[in-house]
């Protein structure tokens, strides 16, 4: 089982930019497809984005995010990243960074390794 640790959270004003970082240990990375989820208060946890492993490549945006995030990987360094654009109010939430073997879905239910979450508030 992957143990993972995300950081980079925080308080930012809408407009603003925020790198998450999911930090793996336990496992190597490299067949691991990765995703980033959130959850808002009295909402349910939602897909962000994901990437596969690199045997196949890969990513995937949820429509609210698309053309703002960007998710990328260094399996050398065994994290995935979340950079985070342009945010706004609705971008508030915990953030989660989520494993699971070999290929992506954007079902929270498939993900084997999840971490403890970010908090990620956008003031208005």
């Known amino acids: 089982q992957v143990q993972l640790v995300e950081s980079g959270g925080g308080l930012v004003q809408a407009g603003g930019s925020l790198r998450l970082s999911c930090a793996a240990s336990?496992?190597?990375?490299?067949?691991?497809?990765m995703g980033w989820f959130r959850q808002a208060p009295g909402k349910e946890r939602e897909f962000v984005a994901g990437?596969?492993?690199?045997?196949?490549?890969?990513?995937y945006y949820a429509d609210s995010v698309k053309d703002r995030f960007t998710i990328s990987r260094d399996d050398a360094k065994n994290t995935v990243y979340l950079q985070m654009n342009s945010l706004n109010h609705e971008d508030t939430a915990v953030y989660y960074c989520?494993?699971?073997?070999?290929?992506?879905?954007?079902?929270?239910?498939?993900?084997?390794?999840w971490g403890q979450g970010t908090q990620v508030t956008v003031s208005s």
């Open positions: 990437i596969n492993w690199n045997g196949v490549g890969g990513t």
């Open positions: 336990g496992r190597a990375l490299s067949t691991y497809a």
């Open positions: 989520a494993a699971r073997r070999r290929v992506i879905t954007t079902e929270k239910g498939d993900f084997t390794s």
